[in-house]
């Protein structure tokens, strides 16, 4: 277990785990003050936006350091399988979803709702990542349209909820694929 213990320890990036914990306090501080309630003063209090939020930070702070532990091949493995799995709850979206604020991009699993269109995002950099690092050479037609179908498949689903600001933020992908060395 040790030996597991000090892997871990020497292939975090402190300065990194530094920067997050600094922006996830300075973020849970200016939604305090945003919504502060002198009637509930509490940090804490869940009845309170700022309460809700320590309770997110918890679970968060829990999950990544549990991420930690796990294998990068496990990741790997289970990237394609999670990609689909969301790629099937978008397409599940424009017929089960709920509208909330003029959208249908939410998914209403018993008590819970779910965006999938968030989960999108995240499965999509692990595919379009393992995707990447499995060529030789981004140069060829093939392999430009294969990542930029990673890309679009969600991308569409998610438009078909009419989730344009989330569908925009896919944009951000481009940076990848010029850092891989795609032409301007």
């Given at each position: 277990m040790n030996a597991v213990r000090d892997s871990i320890r020497a292939n975090v990036d402190r300065p990194l785990v530094v920067i997050y914990l600094l922006l996830l306090f300075a973020g849970w501080a200016n939604i305090y003050s945003a919504a502060y309630n002198p009637d509930h003063p509490n940090l804490f209090d869940t009845s309170m936006e700022y309460g809700n939020q320590s309770v997110w930070i918890v679970i968060c702070l829990v999950l990544g350091s549990a991420l930690l532990m796990v294998r990068g091949e496990f990741i790997k493995d289970m990237a394609v399988p999670a990609y689909g799995v969301v790629l099937l709850l978008l397409a599940l979206v424009p017929v089960l979803g709920k509208e909330v604020g003029g959208n249908?991009?939410?998914?209403?699993?018993?008590?819970?709702?779910?965006?999938?269109?968030?989960?999108?995002?995240?499965?999509?950099?692990?595919?379009?990542?393992?995707?990447?690092?499995?060529?030789?050479?981004?140069?060829?037609?093939?392999?430009?349209?294969?990542?930029?179908?990673?890309?679009?498949?969600?991308?569409?689903?998610?438009?078909?909820?009419?989730?344009?600001g989330t569908a925009l933020?896919?944009?951000?992908?481009?940076?990848?694929?010029?850092?891989?060395?795609?032409?301007?």
């Open positions: 249908t991009n939410w998914l209403q699993i018993g008590p819970i709702r779910i965006q999938p269109s968030e989960f999108a995002k995240f499965t999509t950099a692990l595919v379009l990542t393992r995707y990447l690092s499995g060529l030789k050479s981004f140069s060829g037609t093939r392999a430009r349209l294969i990542a930029t179908l990673i890309i679009v498949a969600p991308v569409l689903l998610i438009l078909l909820g009419k989730d344009v933020t896919f944009g951000a992908f481009i940076l990848v694929l010029y850092r891989e060395g795609l032409s301007g």
